[in-house]
């Protein structure tokens, strides 16, 4: 069986975006995390050993994915945590609560390509139909 | 993407108007500073468009500006200018964007090319070893519990207050490096734990320090007055921002205005130019929060100059006094200001939002340093890693038009991917290294990015703004050597 894409890019002059996909809506939250660090980093080099969980509860799924992928960019750099797994656990219109597993950055071994500022609302969506999120990164 | 296809006026070489009928809602007409050249890119993407839509904030005055770099952002374009009145406008964070403060700054030398490049390669060696650079990298300044509010207040005062730089520094800095208005308790803590780590440290993308060298003078006099007095004299530029403390403070009240609008009775063609009044307690503690951020961002320049002019004195074997290491000036190129401009007639109070655009006040402004009140305040405009960088100063004319405000920078051609795909790092470092460009980087791919191929001529963008007299060339410079963070 063909797998599914997770995810891709989006060209944008100045800066970087994606659309992920899912089976479900959790599923395309989760992949947009994904992509989004496989923008920051080569993840075949990243070790799945440490583990922090997230909750979040906003209005709206749009303001959800915007909090879900700026949250991960705050342990990125506060941690430094590279993420590469993603179990999304509850998820709903606005809440959504996930154990994320990653690797703490070590120059040694890991390999960074872009830095990301920040998740932005500009052109970001939310398709509940085909399962499929699209976010634009200021990089 | 498709081609934007809008109403367009051209009023003269260098100025072309989207009339305000183009689309309901829009309160003012666009202006867009470009020319025929460079006019037919900015239509491929959808720069104008969001031109046009913050045109339709409440408040806004004059136009909805464009500088001649203007590339298709997020929300508010990438070079533009909006004022918005106090007394009924708005503030948004998505027309400061989420860098807070990302500015640029030059300090000249008394050196010239011939004393420095015999030993370039060991001093952009200095200066990336000494400036904590890339993607992960943390600053080496250590903060005492709660000293990052400090940082946030004081800006480049704190800096100095603690052996970073002197006080010269201070009086050539936009704002003297400290925003008055600045309250730490709007900062989130989420904010300064990003900040603290990351204080002293470039951050990656399109930051960068360069060692440069002036191949053309224009204006004698005014270039005198900046400390510029020979082509062939060495220049050192630093350019960076606010780090994730920045971009945390842009993420946390974007958020509590797309929750504030509808009780102000806002809406916006984009959730990414979301905007409450100024006036609001919701505009008032983000501009508070905003300033903490420009202040960080200015502290963390100020160190970095600092360490930047200890590498430059070490490898010369000169002192500081005799490298002449002054700070020309520096400027901030993503931020939000309350300002007097004259609007019909009459002075108003603003607030002048310039994404990825400059201040440019022209000769006797009380803003700039009294060094400048005969020439107009230094404007500087960094170009890509392989061609040039130009410095400016400040007219009236911006006053007139453009609320005081000029381009800030080259602009994006290329997208990131497009710039990877037409080469690899390594093939613009040997091409660079072809041209007589030491380059620094701590990312193959991120060097890619930011190809020289990938952004448009600086000189054209310079042209524009010299033209249309919202700004005057003073000199160019050109790089010998780049650390890219």
Known sequence: MRRMKRYELIEHTADMGLAAYGKDLAGAFANAAYGMFSIIAELEEVKEVESRRIEINEDDAESLLFEWLNSLLYYFDVETIIFKKFDIMEFGEGHLKADCCGEKYDASRHHLKTGIKSATYHMLEVDRAKNRVQVIFDV | ?485
């Open chain 2, 1 to 485: 993407m498709p081609k934007w296809s809008g109403k367009l006026e051209k009023v003269d070489d260098f100025r072309w108007r989207i009339p305000k009928s183009y689309k309901p809602g829009m309160r003012v007409d666009g202006l867009i500073y470009t020319d025929e050249g460079m006019l037919p890119h900015i239509l491929e993407e959808q720069a104008l468009e969001q031109v046009a839509n913050v045109a339709f904030l409440p408040g806004i005055v004059g136009y909805s500006l464009a500088m001649p770099d203007i590339h298709w952002g997020y929300g508010f374009a990438i070079g533009g200018v909006a004022a918005m009145r106090v007394s009924d406008g708005v503030v948004s964070p998505g027309g400061v964007g989420f860098d807070i403060n990302c500015g640029v700054r030059i300090m000249r030398t008394n050196l010239v090319k011939e004393e420095v490049t015999p030993k370039i390669k060991t001093l952009i060696d200095a200066i990336f070893y000494a400036v904590p650079s890339g993607l992960g990298s943390k600053g080496a300044i250590k903060l005492r519990s709660g000293e990052i509010d400090e940082v946030l207040i004081k800006g480049s005062r704190w800096a100095v207050g603690k052996g970073y730089g002197n006080k010269e520094d201070l009086e050539t800095t936009e704002e003297n490096g400290e925003m008055k208005g600045a309250d730490p308790s709007r900062v989130s803590g989420r904010a300064k734990e990003r900040g603290t780590p990351q204080l002293g440290t470039l951050g990656s993308g399109n930051h960068f320090l360069e060692v440069a060298v002036v191949d053309e003078i224009y204006e004698t006099e005014i270039a005198e007055a900046m400390g510029i007095e020979r082509v062939g004299q060495v220049m050192l530029y630093v350019h960076c921002g606010s780090r994730g403390l920045g971009h945390q403070v842009a993420d946390d009240y974007i958020k509590v205005m797309l929750q504030s609008m509808p009780k102000y009775g806002i809406q916006v063609p984009d959730r990414q130019l979301a905007c409450v009044p100024v006036k609001s307690q919701e505009g008032q503690a983000y501009l508070a929060a905003m300033r903490c951020a420009a202040n960080y961002a200015w502290a963390n320049r100020q160190c970095i100059t600092h360490w930047v002019r200890e590498a430059f004195c070490r490898v010369m074997g000169i002192s500081e006094r005799d490298a002449g290491l002054e700070l020309i000036y520096d400027v901030t190129h993503n931020i939000a200001k309350i300002e007097d401009h004259t609007v019909n007639g009459k002075i108003e109070k603003l607030c002048v939002h310039r994404k990825g655009a400059t201040r440019a006040f022209p000769a006797g402004h009380p803003d700039i340093p009294k060094q400048y009140a005969s020439v107009g305040q230094p404007i500087l405009i960094p170009g890509d890693m392989g061609r040039t960088s130009y410095i400016l100063a400040g007219t009236e004319k911006a006053m007139q038009e453009t609320f005081g405000s000029t381009c800030h920078g080259a602009g994006r051609l290329q997208s990131r991917a497009a710039a990877k795909r037409a080469a690899s790092g390594r093939d613009v470092l040997a091409s660079l290294e072809a041209k007589g460009i030491q380059i620094r980087a701590g990312s193959l791919p991120g060097l890619a990015e930011e190809a020289p191929e990938a952004y448009k001529d600086v000189g054209d963008v310079v042209r524009v703004a010299h033209g249309a007299g919202i700004s005057k060339k003073v000199a160019r410079t050109r790089p010998i050597a780049v650390v890219k963070g």
